[in-house]
């Protein structure tokens, strides 16, 4: 009996007058931090095990494979990046997204798997290490006594995904500079400057490599109160090609897509004020709507800015052009909750109760200058494709997914989507899982032939998984996985090299 | 007698401008020990927007603890800006959103983004010593 409800059997709930008298010990004591309910409800709760955090780096263990590593993922490394250190000086980030980024590597060979990981050491990192308590406040946590920071840069986390370019690995946040971080040991080299003018710029965590070997990537200016983009077109070795300013309204954009000729945002009916964090800065707007907003890669200036359904849009797939038409892969939100509200409530009754996205396509007509969402029931998120593929018409989406009766909010399951046919291959880990991205590595020569890698959290029993997939046989089973020796936190974003 | 009379008429006499103190800058989170810290002292918003500097000073970073004393500034409210040059090009660098580049700070470390009003970094002097922190960070 929580102390809620203690004060309800009492009856004392609303006889607010009536409580001093009693001079009930329980109504005194301060409330529970949220690092003590953490450390608390973790036992009842062992989802909350995602959430845990690590507090040091992980040295090189070896795992061997159950079953046969493709040979086509011989000598591969994958990597993934996400929120881990979510604890300093018994005090407990609120939000997901706040931890400080930490690298995973799992370098593939025929007989098993070596892991290893380390901390991004940026300079929110360092600086935090050496006061040993958090300093700033993060995307959603407050921090008390929390000191100014001056600019996005003081509170790069660098904790959301990976670019690997030019054999090196850059690990990348949204609101500020990559860092560079060593493809082997992990160790931390420096930040990533394209140019000085571009020093301290935005440079989101989803750049796209286009059918023509470029890469681009954005950044959102509306962190900065600016009603604007930065693009940036950097060749396929990231030495930057050029880069320029356009107008964009003042939303929360994360990701983009990318075909031949366009480039194409969503902007979610969201608007900003100065808060005290960026999560609170943030006004969902549900009745009004979002905006599409493509942008022409060779001129650099919009040629469509159309309004459209209001949603949310974390992440987008495969899109391509035909004739003057788009289609654009995306994983829709009904709304904003999952940013706004629903990762920060980790303990609360709502745990993991939240909305998943679901498989859509977002049609834009350039002649009729209209856009259409064609949204499906089907679960998906951290949505990837058969990269060969890029801006080409294809039909196969992968994801992490939700089986129909998932007794957690999370996702348990991966999945490719036809989006033609609607159908769907999917693996179930179970009710005691939470799946992670899946990244797809081709093999043979036609769409979807190869394999997808990803990892897996094993919650209850406490163990992380390291999975690999037939591409076109999700539904068989891993081919090969490893049981690792212990439990990472939730990741976001990965690569494979 | 005649010696302290003396002194009396000297002190009566440098008085209206004898009010001055000196003021210590401790500059904190100086995380790179090389450049030079330009330092610019404004006694209102004006002189602060049109750039025209009551006192300021050039100062080499050699140590974590670095410090700086403006001397004699007579009493009065004034707001100090400061940026270290780590390039030695003489100015602050900037990026193309205008934000600096380079580490900088106010007098009275004010919590905002974006460049400060007089109010927001002013301090005051009068006789005593005046001792500040300016965060660089």
């Known amino acids: ?497 | 007698m005649k010696t302290h009379l003396s002194a009396l008429t000297l002190l009566t006499l440098t008085t209206p401008v004898a009010i001055a103190a000196d003021v210590t800058v401790n500059f904190a989170g100086l995380n790179q020990l090389s450049g030079e810290l330009y330092i610019a002292v404004y006694p209102s918003e004006e002189t602060m927007q049109s750039h025209r500097a009551i006192q300021s000073q050039i100062v080499s970073v050699h140590k974590k603890g670095q410090k700086a004393v403006l001397a004699d500034l007579p009493s009065g409210h004034y707001g100090i800006m400061v940026f270290q040059d780590l390039d030695k090009n003489r100015d602050l660098n900037t990026n193309l959103l205008g934000i600096p580049t380079e580490p900088y700070g106010f007098s009275a470390n004010p919590n905002i983004m974006g460049p400060p009003v007089f109010a927001d970094i002013q301090f005051e002097v009068s006789s005593a010593p005046v001792q500040l922190t300016i965060n660089m960070e």
């Not at chain 1, 289609?327 to 109760?353: F, H, P, Q, S």
């Open chain 1, 1 to 497: 009996m929580n102390r809620r409800d203690f004060v309800k059997a009492l009856g004392l709930a609303g006889c607010g007058a009536l409580a001093p008298s009693f001079s009930l010990k329980a109504l005194a004591e301060p409330p529970l931090s949220f690092y003590q309910e953490f450390n608390l409800k973790i036992k009842d709760y062992p989802i909350l095990r995602a959430w845990e955090g690590l507090t040091a780096d992980i040295v090189p263990r070896r795992f061997t494979w159950q079953g046969k590593l493709p040979e086509a993922l011989n000598g591969k490394t994958f990597y993934r990046n996400g929120p881990a250190r979510v604890v300093l000086a018994n005090q407990r980030y609120t939000h997901w997204f706040d931890g400080d980024g930490f690298v995973h590597r799992y370098a593939f060979d025929p007989k098993g798997l070596t892991h290893s990981g380390k901390f991004v050491r940026t300079k929110k990192f360092i600086e935090e290490t050496n006061a040993n308590r958090f300093l700033y406040n993060g995307a959603g946590s407050v921090i008390a006594n929390s000191k100014h920071s001056k600019s996005a840069e003081a509170v790069n986390t660098a904790n959301i995904s990976l670019l690997p370019v030019n054999n090196e690995l850059w690990a990348l946040w949204e609101a500020a500079m990559p860092y560079k971080v060593d493809p082997i040991t992990l160790a931390t080299e420096r930040q990533v400057s394209l140019e000085p003018v571009l020093d301290g710029m935005p440079f989101s965590a989803h750049p796209h490599a286009d059918s023509q070997g470029h890469l681009w990537n954005f950044g959102d200016l509306s962190f900065f109160g600016q009603s604007k983009l930065i693009i940036y077109q950097l060749t396929s070795q990231g030495k930057l090609t050029r880069y320029a300013m356009v107008d964009a309204p003042q939303s929360y954009v994360h990701d983009f897509a990318v075909t031949d000729n366009y480039l194409i945002f969503y902007f979610p009916p969201i608007t900003k004020r100065r808060g005290d964090t960026l999560i609170s800065s943030m006004t969902w707007h549900g009745n009004n709507e979002g905006e599409m907003l493509v942008i022409d890669k060779n001129t650099l200036t919009p040629v469509l800015r159309t309004p459209f359904d209001a949603g949310f849009v974390f992440h987008f797939g495969n899109a391509w052009q035909e004739d003057n038409h788009l289609t654009i892969n995306a994983c829709w939100y009904k709304n904003a909750d999952i940013m706004l509200k629903d990762v920060k409530m980790v303990t609360e009754e709502k745990m993991g109760k939240h909305d998943r996205s679901t498989a859509a396509q977002i049609r834009i007509d350039l002649t009729q200058k209209t856009a259409y969402l064609d949204n499906s029931t089907t679960p998906m998120e951290f949505v990837q494709f058969d990269s060969r593929f890029a801006a080409k018409a294809t039909q196969i989406q992968y994801g992490v997914h939700a089986s129909k009766h998932a007794a957690h909010g999370e996702y348990n399951s991966i999945a490719s989507i036809n989006t033609q046919s609607g159908k769907v291959d999917s693996y179930n880990f179970g009710d005691n899982f939470i799946t992670e991205e899946p990244l797809f590595v081709p093999d043979g020569s036609k769409q979807g032939e190869g394999y997808l890698v990803n990892t897996g959290l094993d919650f209850v029993s406490g163990h992380t998984y390291c999975c690999v997939f037939d591409a076109l046989h999700i539904a068989d089973g891993p081919v090969a996985q490893v049981k690792l020796d212990s439990y990472m936190p939730l990741g976001f974003h990965g690569a494979i090299v």
